[in-house]
């Protein structure tokens, strides 16, 4: 267990439909990462915030994605009008410094 | 297309016996390389990193081996373990522009372990 939690640990949904997923980062690490995975794929980076501030964004992460960390803690990633395409790992990751420590994941699975 | 790719997608090995896993990479830019093992149902796990400027580290069990004339990392496991079974990743550091230091991964080698 690297500190770092995210829910909900799997998402089942019908195609159209919006999804929200939760990261709390490890509590004094001010930099935030989201980063989605599809099955025998490394990681690919979605969007980057430090503390408060989205700092950077993927050409990955299209208008029906969003990201926000309104208080600097926690983030939320949501996905508006899922797709089948959009079915994969969704991994968080924060830091303080230059190593990265990964959350479990949520996997997102659509219908 | 992608800057880091591993050159085998599984890798078997009997228990005891020294594993290798092989990176290429693209990127001389890179600051840092990094390998993370990945286990089933979690997400990645940092094991060691070797900064652009360096040939070799050494950890607990793992060696990292960086070649900057062809572009080549590589993981020596020593007296792998069952517990070593697992997908494993390398991954290229560089600096973003925003602040952040960004990751680039490749596809990952899965290393299965024969007790």
Redo the contacts between chains.
Sequence with gaps: D?G?SQNPRHKITKRGQNVTFRCDPISEHN?L?WYRQTL??????LT?F?NEAQ??KSRLLSDRFSAERPKGSFSTLEIQRTEQGDSAMY?C?S?VS????????TRLTVL | GES?GLHL?TLSVQEGDNSIINCAYSNSASD?FIWYKQES??????II?IRSNMDKRQGQRVTVLLNKTVKHLSLQIAATQPGDSAVY?C?E?SY?G???????????TKLSVIP
């Design positions: 690297t770092v930099r990462y025998g794929q490394g990681p690919e980076f980057y430090q700092l950077e991994l990751a830091s230059h190593e990265q420590f990964f959350g479990p994941g | 880091v997608p840092y149902g979690k997400g990645p796990q940092f990193d990743f991954a550091k973003s925003a602040g952040s230091y960004q990751l680039t991964f490749g596809k990952g």
